[in-house]
């Protein structure tokens, strides 16, 4: 079976150009590894995890934890597996089709991909002047 079938005719996937370098800080890489007093750590409390269960889809316990550190209810706190899918949801949540958006450039890169996805309509891109403004 050939899975292009399948798919919907206005299906638009997107690739995003990683340059070959050491670092990658748009993944959120770090030129320092965690201290091995860390991992340690980390490596003690997932032997206590159950790993016969999916973790909580909705990240509950780990949103009250950071809600009570930061004054904020569990409510209004969004956590996902990284960057890309943050965005997405964020996304998904204010843009209908055909609604008109602002990016900054440079920007990074994703947005316009899902934003493509989204059928968005005169994406306008905007350069930032001198002074980090940017003149809409």
Known sequence: MNIDKLLKNNYVGY?????????KL???????????????????????TPWNRYPDGQSLR???????FL??????????TGSGELIQVIINGFIEEGDKVILPVP??????????????????????????LFRL
Do not use: H, M, W
Not at 15 to 23: A, E, G, M, Q, R
Not at 26 to 40: A, L, Q, T
Not at 71 to 80: C, K, R, Y
């Open 15 to 23: 690739k995003v150009n990683v340059p070959d370098l050491p670092i």
């Open 26 to 48: 748009s993944r959120n890489e770090n030129p320092y590894d965690v201290p091995k007093e860390i991992k340690e750590e980390i490596i003690e409390e997932l032997l206590k």
């Open 107 to 132: 920007t990074f890169p994703l947005y316009e991909k899902i934003l493509q996805q989204k059928k968005s309509r005169n994406n306008k891109n905007i350069t930032k002047q001198r002074r980090f």
């Open 62 to 68: 780990l949103r009250i934890k950071l809600a009570d």
């Open 71 to 80: 004054g904020f209810s569990a409510d209004n706190i969004l956590v996902g």
